[in-house]
């Protein structure tokens, strides 16, 4: 059984204004590829324990809980 993606479900939420500024800032500050940020997205690969805490920096509020 799959657990729910809390990265797509945040990133998809993003205002379409923001989308394109959000996914720049998280690949640079994850220091990631396009691909990785596209596998993260799809579930096809699990968001490692410290991209979470930046994601939840870059989010502004709680997406994962650390």
């Keep these: 059984m799959k657990t729910e993606n809390l990265f ?14 959000v996914r720049k800032e998280v690949i640079a500050k994850c220091i990631i590829t396009d691909q990785t940020f596209r ?5 096809i690969t699990e968001v490692p324990e410290l991209a979470k805490e930046k994601i939840n920096l ?6 994962y809980d650390l």
């Excluded at 797509?8 to 500024?21: D, F, L, M, S, T």
């Excluded at 596998?39 to 579930?43: D, H």
């Excluded at 870059?58 to 997406?63: E, L, M, P, S, T």
């Design 8 to 21: 797509k479900n945040w990133i998809e939420n993003v205002p379409h204004g923001q989308y394109a500024h």
């Design 39 to 43: 596998n993260w997205k799809n579930g």
């Design 58 to 63: 870059i989010a502004g509020r709680k997406i």
